[in-house]
């Protein structure tokens, strides 16, 4: 079992910044990602999309926040953090923690980011 707890998170002005932490129980493996998936509300049938992933040697970042959103990661304390820069209305969702153990994927409980125009 695999406790991902999230931190970070709120509402902010568009141009603002805000930054999300996650730590998880327990180890995950260096090639097995960390990262944040996000969930928009207000618009029915949205899946969660991925926003920004990362494990050694390689990272991910969706199309529209790349430039603006930064994922690191310490490995030996497995803690994954995400900032976020510059933020656009469109960003506004809630934010899950991510990570792959076993090959079964673990999820955070969600903190939520709301952008205001």
């Known amino acids: 079992q695999v406790q991902l707890v999230e931190s970070g998170g709120g509402s902010v002005q568009a141009g603002g910044s805000l930054r999300l932490s996650c730590s998880a129980s327990t180890d995950i493996q260096s090639n097995n990602f960390m990262g944040w998936y996000r969930q928009p509300q207000g618009r029915q049938g949205t899946q969660r999309e991925p926003v920004a992933s990362i494990r050694i040697g390689s990272t991910y970042y969706r199309d529209s926040v790349k430039g603006r959103f930064t994922i690191s990661r310490d490995y030996a304390k497995n803690l994954v953090s995400l900032q976020m820069d510059s933020l656009k209305f469109e960003d506004t969702a809630t934010y899950y923690c991510?990570?792959?153990?076993?090959?079964?994927?673990?999820w955070g409980q969600g903190t939520q980011v709301t952008v205001s125009s």
């Open positions: 991510h990570a792959v153990k076993d090959a079964i994927d673990w």
